[in-house]
């Protein structure tokens, strides 16, 4: 979703209290009983240290929120100043219970099948490994990240700033895929990904799947990839093959993808029709509501979290564009009645990676509000407040993302 004219938030002062709903595993009866047929349940009570799950044990427990064993995010204070995230500091968002780790003991094996081009066929990672190699950085952010900002209680997981990182993705273009096996169908409009978990018998698949569509627009960027961060891609964040599209909110990529369509329509997954649609508050998600695709322009405050002395401060963030390169971040030590320019940290990885920035402010004592307020190159900034949406999907803020320190 890119900020819609049809949705001008209504600017909204910040300060409120993150709402305490429980997590839902899933929106319906019907993937809720899925989940127990297999087996899956969520952690304890929202409120007691919850440990890693077995499938991300390899994760580094303190950089992490555990909010259920399918959902962990970013400690604001441990996404740190570096262009990259590293990979066990990185969040992870399962819909559906993670496949086991045998999913990658053999990645070269693992087939995706592709249709909807002239020759379709089943190909291997290992053919794929040898059509095309591009290596992209990229920030994935999941579309509810920031939803624990929403007064009216958004269900789902309740995501501060850290459902976000930014990685390195290893894998063939999907255009050179495409291009080997004749082009696509004529009257191609979609690429739609559907991702390789096994579904229990006894449900529509249609209602459970994990299967997105795209407009063929992200054709030119979109890679099948088999690496992130230069290691073999973890079962975790979907090896052994996942669909990436740089630029758009997570539930786009999806793991272990084993089919990938051109179609004329989107698909009729649940997950598309009514999920991931931005819709006001108490409106049922369809099809004529604006899907989460391209991510907007965001930032948030990372350093200082914590109170301290007065004196010269240095503030630290991160700040990203979406499909669009940044052009600036301005940040406010005074909850945003004056901005002062902060200044990119570190290498430029392209247009789909997140800025670090930095801002050197002396600070008096007493409290300050830190804010911060990116720009891209196609002028599109973060608005002040919320845009109120059912589902709190695409928070880009300002106000809600900034920190309240207190120095002595
Ligand atoms: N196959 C599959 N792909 C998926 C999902 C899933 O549950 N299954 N979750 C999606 C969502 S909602 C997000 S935010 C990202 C999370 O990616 P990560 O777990 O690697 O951080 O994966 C997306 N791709
Ligand atoms: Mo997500």
């Given at each position: 979703?890119?900020?819609?004219?049809?949705?001008?938030?209504?600017?909204?002062?910040?300060?409120?209290?993150?709402?305490?709903?429980?997590?839902?595993?899933?929106?319906?009866?019907?993937?809720?009983?899925?989940?127990?047929?297999?087996?899956?349940?969520?952690?304890?009570?929202?409120?007691?240290?919850?440990?890693?799950?077995?499938?991300?044990?390899?994760?580094?427990?303190?950089?992490?929120?555990?909010?259920?064993?399918?959902?962990?995010?970013?400690?604001?204070?441990?996404?740190?100043?570096?262009?990259?995230?590293?990979?066990?500091?990185?969040?992870?968002?399962?819909?559906?219970?993670?496949?086991?780790?045998?999913?990658?003991?053999?990645?070269?094996?693992?087939?995706?099948?592709?249709?909807?081009?002239?020759?379709?066929?089943?190909?291997?990672?290992?053919?794929?490994?040898?059509?095309?190699?591009?290596?992209?950085?990229?920030?994935?952010?999941?579309?509810?990240?920031?939803?624990?900002?929403?007064?009216?209680?958004?269900?789902?997981?309740?995501?501060?700033?850290?459902?976000?990182?930014?990685?390195?993705?290893?894998?063939?273009?999907?255009?050179?895929?495409?291009?080997?096996?004749?082009?696509?169908?004529?009257?191609?409009?979609?690429?739609?990904?559907?991702?390789?978990?096994?579904?229990?018998?006894?449900?529509?698949?249609?209602?459970?799947?994990?299967?997105?569509?795209?407009?063929?627009?992200?054709?030119?960027?979109?890679?099948?990839?088999?690496?992130?961060?230069?290691?073999?891609?973890?079962?975790?964040?979907?090896?052994?093959?996942?669909?990436?599209?740089?630029?758009?909110?997570?539930?786009?990529?999806?793991?272990?993808?084993?089919?990938?369509?051109?179609?004329?329509?989107?698909?009729?997954?649940?997950?598309?029709?009514?999920?991931?649609?931005?819709?006001?508050?108490?409106?049922?998600?369809?099809?004529?509501?604006?899907?989460?695709?391209?991510?907007?322009?965001?930032?948030?405050?990372?350093?200082?979290?914590?109170?301290?002395?007065?004196?010269?401060?240095?503030?630290?963030?991160?700040?990203?564009?979406?499909?669009?390169?940044?052009?600036?971040?301005?940040?406010?030590?005074?909850?945003?009645?004056?901005?002062?320019?902060?200044?990119?940290?570190?290498?430029?990885?392209?247009?789909?990676?997140?800025?670090?920035?930095?801002?050197?402010?002396d600070l008096p004592a007493g409290e300050h509000r830190v804010v911060s307020k990116a720009s891209d190159v196609d002028g599109n900034t973060q608005p002040e407040g919320r845009t109120e949406n059912e589902r709190g999907y695409g928070h880009n803020g300002w106000s809600d993302h900034g920190v309240t320190v207190t120095l002595s």
């Open positions: 979703m890119k900020q819609e004219a049809a949705l001008q938030p209504p600017l909204t002062k910040s300060g409120l209290e993150n709402p305490t709903r429980r997590t839902l595993l899933l929106g319906s009866a019907g993937a809720m009983a899925a989940v127990s047929l297999l087996g899956f349940s969520p952690l304890a009570k929202a409120d007691e240290p919850k440990s890693l799950p077995d499938y991300a044990a390899w994760k580094e427990r303190n950089a992490l929120i555990v909010h259920s064993a399918n959902t962990m995010e970013t400690e604001r204070g441990a996404i740190g100043n570096g262009v990259i995230t590293p990979s066990d500091r990185l969040f992870v968002r399962n819909n559906l219970p993670a496949p086991p780790a045998s999913i990658t003991d053999d990645p070269d094996a693992w087939e995706v099948h592709i249709e909807g081009v002239k020759n379709p066929r089943n190909l291997t990672v290992g053919e794929l490994k040898k059509m095309g190699v591009t290596t992209v950085a990229s920030v994935l952010q999941c579309s509810g990240n920031g939803r624990a900002f929403f007064p009216h209680g958004a269900s789902g997981t309740q995501w501060s700033v850290g459902a976000a990182g930014c990685v390195m993705w290893t894998g063939v273009p999907l255009k050179d895929v495409v291009e080997a096996l004749g082009g696509p169908v004529d009257g191609a409009k979609y690429i739609t990904s559907s991702g390789g978990e096994s579904l229990p018998d006894g449900l529509d698949p249609k209602t459970i799947i994990v299967e997105r569509s795209v407009p063929t627009r992200a054709m030119s960027s979109a890679i099948l990839a088999w690496e992130m961060n230069d290691e073999p891609l973890t079962h975790t964040h979907g090896g052994p093959l996942r669909m990436v599209v740089p630029g758009y909110y997570g539930v786009n990529n999806v793991k272990y993808v084993k089919n990938v369509a051109l179609s004329e329509n989107q698909t009729d997954a649940k997950i598309q029709v009514s999920g991931y649609r931005v819709r006001d508050v108490g409106v049922k998600g369809a099809t004529d509501q604006p899907s989460m695709w391209e991510m907007n322009v965001k930032s948030w405050v990372t350093s200082p979290l914590e109170d301290g002395r007065s004196g010269r401060t240095m503030i630290y963030g991160v700040a990203f564009g979406g499909t669009v390169a940044l052009k600036k971040v301005d940040v406010s030590v005074d909850g945003g009645k004056t901005w002062k320019q902060a200044r990119f940290l570190g290498p430029d990885l392209g247009p789909y990676a997140w800025r670090p920035f930095v801002l050197a402010a």
